[in-house]
Nanobody
Framework: QVQLVESGGGLVQPGGSLRLSCAAS????????MGWYRQAPGKQRELVAI???????NYADSVKGRFTISRDNAKNTVYLRMNSLIPEDTAVYYC????????WGQGTQVTVSS
């Protein structure tokens, strides 16, 4: 069993930045894809960004140019750098890992508000 623990969420003003971290309980090298999803109140969970084992990336159109996903295999951690945050980015952000099985973190709240 793999545990994914997110951190770095919080309250930020519009235009601000946050960096989310997802620490895995074991090596992330075996995961084909790791990523971030988010779920806003009353909405379905949606893809934010993914990164492959070869460091290829893909982003939702709504975050392109503002968010950057990265991974540090030595630290077993995936990051999501979020710049130019807007109120529509408010959601619970979940870490995701897919290899032989699929794993989810417990989520971290991001609130963008003045």
């Amino acid at each position: 069993q793999v545990q994914l623990v997110e951190s770095g969420g919080g309250l930020v003003q519009p235009g601000g930045s946050l960096r989310l971290s997802c620490a895995a309980s074991r090596s992330i090298s075996s995961f084909n894809v790791m990523g971030w999803y988010r779920q806003a109140p009353g909405k379905q969970r949606e893809l934010v960004a993914i990164i492959t084992s070869a460091a290829g990336t893909n982003y939702a159109d709504s975050v392109k140019g503002r968010f950057t996903i990265s991974r540090d295999n030595a630290k077993n951690t995936v990051y999501l750098r979020m710049n130019s945050l807007i109120p529509e980015d408010t959601a619970v952000y979940y870490c995701h890992a897919r290899g032989f099985m699929v794993y989810w973190g417990q989520g971290t709240q991001v609130t963008v508000s003045s």
